[in-house]
Structures are given as structure tokens and as C-alpha cells.
T-cell receptor, first 108, second 113 residues
Framework: AQRVTQPEKLLSVFKGAPVELKCNYS??????LFWYVQYSRQRLQLLLR??SRESIKGFTADLNKGETSFHLKKPFAQEEDSAMYYC??????????FGTGTKLQVIP | DGGITQSPKYLFRKEGQNVTLSCEQN?????MYWYRQDPGQGLRLIYY???????QKGDIAEGYSVSREKKESFPLTVTSAQKNPTAFYLC????????????FGAGTRLSVL
């Protein structure tokens, strides 16, 4: 079975402070991990994926297989980062499992 | 306008009634998905289809049914057996190149009268 855990329902940070959204997963094989974001009144969309090892809008995420984690980080939060963030795991047969989501609130 | 189109935006169901949510895509994607989104529970997979005329149950398939007769379309029927249907339903598609990036529709909000 594949599982994704996002322990925080809400994360509030001040503008300019570092951000870390936690994601832990459970999967017996080699997973693909993703972060999706949903801004207010917009569709859910891909933010980044571990395979590409890219930085999008200043966010990065490193897959730590030893700790089975894929935390999302940004050194300096901006007000426009306020949104709902979902961690997702893709296992075999294209089945995708999402976490429960973390609402990020950036305080001006 | 390309992408995933869900309709209707809002839907109301009476007791004992079956209702069907539409999902159409023009991205030429092989795989399509239905999720249910409830506050505090994230997205839960109802059904998914990797190819036409084939689909698999997700984690919460009871009370739902789907069909995949065309590549572009993946309608979801919420049957009267689903006792708690009030939720936000999201449809998604992904290509089969191995990237498995999901593209989402705008969603349908279903309420019970």
C-alpha cells in the first residue's frame, strides 16, 4: 500500500521567514514524488517533482529515501505563496496518492 | 481552450437519485482519474483509467461507477448507494510518458437536497 502523510493542516509564517512543509511517505518500491499547489480560486496544479530536481517559484524539495520524506522548502516566504499544498506519490500502474494537504498562510 | 473540462460546476442530488458528473479532456492523455476532496481529508482516489475500456477502483470506489468508452471522456456516476455524496469532485488526466504529471479540472460541487 502507498501512503502520504502531511502532519500539518495549517502552517503560518511571516513574510520573509523560511518555510518547510513536511511530507512523509510509505511505499515499498521506488516512488515518484510530487508537490501540487492550489491557489485561491485556481485549479490544482503541479508545483514540482523530485525527478526534475528543479526550483520553482523559489521552492525546492529533496527526496530522502532513508527518512522517506519529501519536504518542501523555501528560504524566504512571500505573500503570494499563501495556498494549499499537497504532497503526492505515484507508485505502480499510474495510481497516485495524495496527502491531506497543508494550508500555508504567509502573514504580511 | 485546452485542458480538462468538468460539468456542471454545481450539482444537486435528491435522495435515491443517481447523478452523473462529466469530465472531458482534449490533451490526448491516456490516463484519467476521479478524486473526492473533503475538508481535512485531502484528495481521495475514487476510480482511475489507464486506457479506453479499462478502469480500476481507487481507495473509495463504493457507491460510485465510471465508464471509459472514449479516450476524451471519463464520466462519474454517484449512485444512491453513496450515502454521503456531498463533496467537491475533481477529475484529472495524465499522459503515459512516464512523467505521470496530473492535470486537473475546475471541479464539481455536489450537494444533497
Amino acid at each position: 500500500a502507498q501512503r502520504v502523510t502531511q502532519p500539518e493542516k495549517l502552517l503560518s509564517v511571516f513574510k520573509g521567514a523560511p518555510v518547510e512543509l513536511k511530507c512523509n511517505y510509505s511505499y515499498s518500491g521506488s516512488p515518484e514524488l510530487f508537490w501540487y499547489v492550489q491557489y485561491s480560486r485556481q485549479r490544482l496544479q503541479l508545483l514540482l517533482r523530485h525527478i526534475s530536481r528543479e526550483s520553482i517559484k523559489g521552492f525546492t524539495a529533496d527526496l530522502n529515501k532513508g527518512e522517506t520524506s519529501f519536504h518542501l522548502k523555501k528560504p524566504f516566504a512571500q505573500e503570494e505563496d499563501s495556498a494549499m499544498y499537497y504532497c503526492a506519490l505515484s507508485g505502480g500502474y499510474q495510481k497516485v496518492t495524495f496527502g491531506t494537504g497543508t494550508k500555508l498562510q504567509v502573514i504580511p | 481552450d485546452g485542458g480538462i473540462t468538468q460539468s456542471p460546476k454545481y450539482l444537486f442530488r435528491k435522495e435515491g437519485q443517481n447523478v452523473t458528473l462529466s469530465c472531458e479532456q482534449n490533451l490526448n492523455h491516456d490516463a484519467m482519474y476521479w478524486y473526492r476532496q473533503d475538508p481535512g481529508q485531502g484528495l481521495r482516489l475514487i476510480y482511475y483509467s489507464q486506457i479506453v475500456n479499462d478502469f480500476q477502483k481507487g481507495d473509495i470506489a463504493e457507491g460510485y461507477s465510471v465508464s471509459r468508452e472514449k479516450k476524451e471522456s471519463f464520466p462519474l456516476t454517484v449512485t444512491s448507494a453513496q450515502k454521503n455524496p456531498t463533496a467537491f469532485y475533481l477529475c484529472a488526466s495524465s499522459d503515459s510518458t512516464g512523467l505521470n504529471i496530473q492535470y486537473f479540472g475546475a471541479g464539481t460541487r455536489l450537494s444533497v437536497l
